[in-house]
Structure formats: structure tokens, C-alpha cells
């Protein structure tokens, strides 16, 4: 308290730090969960000609089935496609409003296949594409591949962009914790020097400000925390909007893993500042 202006100083940067880190977690946490959404999402859409009969249908699932790397395959009739269209599009009158002008259903029934896994997604395209059947009107494959390399080549170098400015900023505070000690010890010289005097030990003089970097440590943690948390709720409702179709829950996230999340970072950042509290505590504390 009698240096507040050095400590609110040093207290500022190590928040800076500590949100910068936890940054890098969000976006660690977006690309990880776009990632994880978009391979849940994984299909093959086979669309059918809507002349073709049931017994045709059940005839070409069945040999799809058969084929290797598939996890499922699902049928979609024309009724079911159309109470799905109408869902996705509830709140969008125009499309509901063509679509009644129609006076009948457009879709196709469809087929959807879901592969084993990404790997196996080419092998199991070239073998429904050998499949010559006179029902299919039409394949579907989205190059799932191309997406996930566009999200992790983002997701990376956002990350190297962080970790960047999270380096610039730790080794900031820790410049600044190492002066806040020098400062401190060289304010209260005269008392370190009257209490070597009266025989107290190097520990019970230097502890104090060891002390204080982990007081330091734990009120930038906790300003983190109050601040972080209105934050994510600001930011929530802009990643639901741009994954639409895809839940990605950063509140839910940090609050399921805020002991890990906010434990190890606090660990890491007081034995950080102790050590640098310490190196500079033994050099400047000899009076």
C-alpha cells in the first residue's frame, strides 16, 4: 500500500498478460469446437429421383451399406425432407412463402451417409460414385477437407499472433515485478537496515516481498476472472451467430474447466513472479 502506484501499475500488466493468455484459449476453444462440429456434420447426400419406388430405394441402400468406411447410412423421404426444410427455414418468411406458391413438395428424398472418419472420406466418395444406379439424381460431396484446413490454419495463426503478444506482455511483468521489489527494498532501506541490526534473520526481512508478488499474482487473477466471464457473455452471442447451426458454448466451456483453466494459470504465474521476486530480493535486500 505505500507503493500503490508501482503495485496498481504491476497488477495492470499482469491482467494484460493473463487475459492475453486467456485469449489464446477462446481461440484454442473456438477452433477445436468448429473442428469437432464440422466432423459430427460429416455426410455423403445421395438425392434420389422422386419417381423412383421404395423397393428401388431399400435395393441401392442396401448396397451402399455394403460398401466399406461407412459409419451410417439414413434414409430421408420427400414428407421428412420438407419438415426439415421448413425448420431451418422457420424464420424466414420469403423462402416459406415461395415454397407454398409452389403448391407441391420440391424436394427429393435423399440418402445420407456418414463415413467412419475424414481419413476415409475420398475412399468412400469414389465408391459411391462407381455405384450406376438409374435412381440417383445427383451426389453430394462438400470438400470437408478444405474447410477444416481453412479453420486450422486460422486457428493457428491467431494462436502464433497470441502467443507473441502473451510473451511481450509476460516478460513486461516480469520486468516490472522485478523493479517493484528493487523499488520497494530501496524505499525501506533504512528499516531492513535497523531490523539487521537488531539481528533479524534474511527470511523474515525478504519475506514480505516475496509475499507481495503473490498478492500481486492473485488480484490480477481474480480482476481476470470478474472481467473475463462478461466478456465471453459479450462474445457468445457473435459465435452463435457466425457457427449458426453448430454449438459452440464458451461460457459453458470456461465454467466446466475454471478450476484447471484459472488454477494452473495462477500456479504458473506466482511461482513465475516468486522466482522473479526472489532473484531480485536476494540481490538488492544486502544493506
Known sequence: MRNIWLSLVTIIILILALFTVNMLLVVKAVGDTAVGAIKDKIDINVFIQP??????????????????????????????ALVIFKEKYQDNPEILQSLSELGQNPLTPTIVIKPEDLDSFDVLANHLNSIDSSIIESRNFTDYEVILEKINNITEKVSEAGIFLSAIFIFITLLVV??????????????IAIMKLV?????????PYLLSSFVYTCLGMLFVIVMFYPFL??????????????????IDYFYGNMITVFGIQLVVAAVINGITSLLAVRKYSKV
Open 178 to 191: 522485478y523493479n517493484s521489489v528493487r523499488v520497494a527494498i530501496y524505499t525501506h532501506r533504512r528499516e
Open 51 to 80: 419417381t423412383a419406388t421404395e423397393k428401388e430405394i431399400e435395393i441401392l441402400q442396401s448396397q451402399i451399406k455394403q460398401l466399406p468406411n461407412i459409419a451410417e447410412v439414413s434414409y430421408i423421404s420427400k414428407a421428412e
Open 199 to 207: 539481528g533479524a534473520s534474511n527470511a523474515f526481512i525478504q519475506m
Open 233 to 250: 457473455t459479450l462474445l457468445q452471442p457473435y459465435l452463435e451467430a457466425f457457427f449458426m447451426g453448430y454449438n459452440v458454448n464458451l
